[in-house]
């Protein structure tokens, strides 16, 4: 059965970066005879958690829009890649809004107990992020939210592919390396015949 890699685009934009990024991943991944998905959120209406904590009861949440339909999707995937720009030094508010939604994922593990994934999945997922200064701490947010989120949706986390110095909407197109890198690491995370890496491989480029 073929590799299911699902990349999440979530930066409100046209002709955007990391979007750009992303869809080099995919193809990358599709090289190596990945099935592939290609969802943006900007297309989609996924509200902010509420923090009705009605999933510490119920496993899910009661907030319908197009969450339920993504939520299925991502736990269905092998592969995840997910595509942010820097605002604020974080994750943009659409990235924020879909990562929070997956409180219930967390209440469906860590509060009632109930398995989420099969176990013995082989599931692992890339971060790719793009932000328009230059500051070394520019990602850190990001790593340990992605850490996180990936943990709950019970993904290893393979790879970072980290951006920075570029602003203007599809400006990364003049960036041969990152485009390839994303291609490469894009291959590499579809691949089954290795194992998952035990700390992500981060790939860094200005
Ligand atoms: C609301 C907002 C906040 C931003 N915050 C940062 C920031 O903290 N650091 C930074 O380097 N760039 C920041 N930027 C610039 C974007 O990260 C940059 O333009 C990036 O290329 C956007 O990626 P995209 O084209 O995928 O949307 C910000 C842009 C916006 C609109």
């Given at each position: 059965m073929n590799v299911k890699v699902l990349g999440i685009s979530t930066s409100p934009r046209q002709n955007s970066n990391s979007d750009l990024l992303l869809c080099q991943a995919l193809a990358g991944a599709e090289s190596a005879g990945a099935e592939i998905e290609y969802i943006r959120l900007r297309d989609l209406d996924i509200a902010p958690c509420i923090e009705c904590n009605s999933c510490y009861k119920r496993g899910a949440c009661v907030v319908e829009?197009?969450?339920?339909?993504?939520?299925?999707?991502?736990?269905?995937?092998?592969?995840?890649?997910?595509?942010?720009?820097?605002?604020?030094?974080?994750?943009?508010?659409?990235?924020?809004?879909l990562i929070d939604r997956c409180q219930c994922l967390w209440a469906h593990k860590y509060v009632l107990k109930k398995p989420l994934i099969t176990t013995g999945r082989d599931r692992r997922a890339m971060v790719i992020a793009v932000g328009g200064t230059k500051s070394k701490k520019m990602f850190d947010s990001i790593r340990l939210t992605a850490k996180y989120f990936l943990d709950v949706l019970e993904m290893n986390y393979a790879a970072n592919l980290f951006v920075n110095k570029i602003d203007d909407p599809g400006r990364i197109k003049q960036h041969p390396s990152a485009m390839n890198e994303a291609f490469r690491l894009g291959r590499e995370l579809a691949a089954t015949d290795v194992p998952p890496p035990e700390k992500p491989v981060s790939v860094e480029l200005v």
């Open positions: 829009d197009d969450y339920q339909m993504l939520s299925s999707k991502m736990l269905e995937a092998d592969r995840l890649i997910f595509a942010t720009p820097i605002f604020f030094m974080t994750v943009c508010a659409q990235a924020k809004a």
